[in-house]
């Protein structure tokens, strides 16, 4: 199984994908890691690792459109079972979803359809709920809408941060990616279109 990551920001949790590829655990293939824009520690995590890297600035392009079919395109190009939307804080469009088949799998740092978007973590610790945690699904066009793949919930500490929270929560994230891609790696777990 081929799969092309997106990321924007510092991808630790693509690093855990890199590592358990790696290590010999997850029996796919990272064909290449694309960002949104420059200077990402993901894309630099990525080069390290001798991984194919691009990067597609959503700001050098005039419109959201052209944005849109650039990326789908560059994606394309590299013959992708399954695109890995990982920390990738862009939406895109139900073209670019279609031309993947649906096979667009993103992660959430919180238990879906609660508290989507760019906060997910601080959205919940300010709401004041004493349980979140994570969700593994296939995106649609929505801002972290889709088919539910996997969740796991994590108890929110008296008085935790947001910043030691999403680091427990990513440790639980992590772990539930990589098993959703083995499980589609083996055929175990079906891809939404055959
Ligand atoms: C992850 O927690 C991911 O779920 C979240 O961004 C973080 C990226 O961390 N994505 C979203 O909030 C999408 N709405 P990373 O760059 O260290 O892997």
Partial sequence: MRIVVLVSGTGSNLQAVIDAV??????????????????????ERSDEAG??????????????EEWDAALA?????????????????????????????GRYLNTHPALLPAFPGAHGVRDALEYGVKVTGCTVHWADAGVDTGPIIAQE??????GEDEESLHERIKVVERRL???????????ELKTPVA
């Fill in 73 to 101: 395109d560059k994606v394309a190009s590299y013959g992708p079972d399954v695109v890995v939307s990982s920390g990738f804080m862009r939406i895109v469009s139900p073209e670019f979803i279609e031309r993947f088949g």
């Fill in 177 to 187: 990616l990589i098993d959703v891609l083995r499980q589609l790696a083996s055929g």
């Fill in 51 to 64: 991984i194919e890297t691009f990067v597609l600035n959503f700001n050098s392009f005039s419109t959201r």
């Fill in 22 to 43: 790696t290590a010999g655990d997850l029996e796919i293939e990272i064909a290449a890691v694309g960002a949104d824009r420059e200077g990402t520690y993901g894309i």
């Fill in 153 to 158: 919930s994590v108890a929110i500490a008296d």
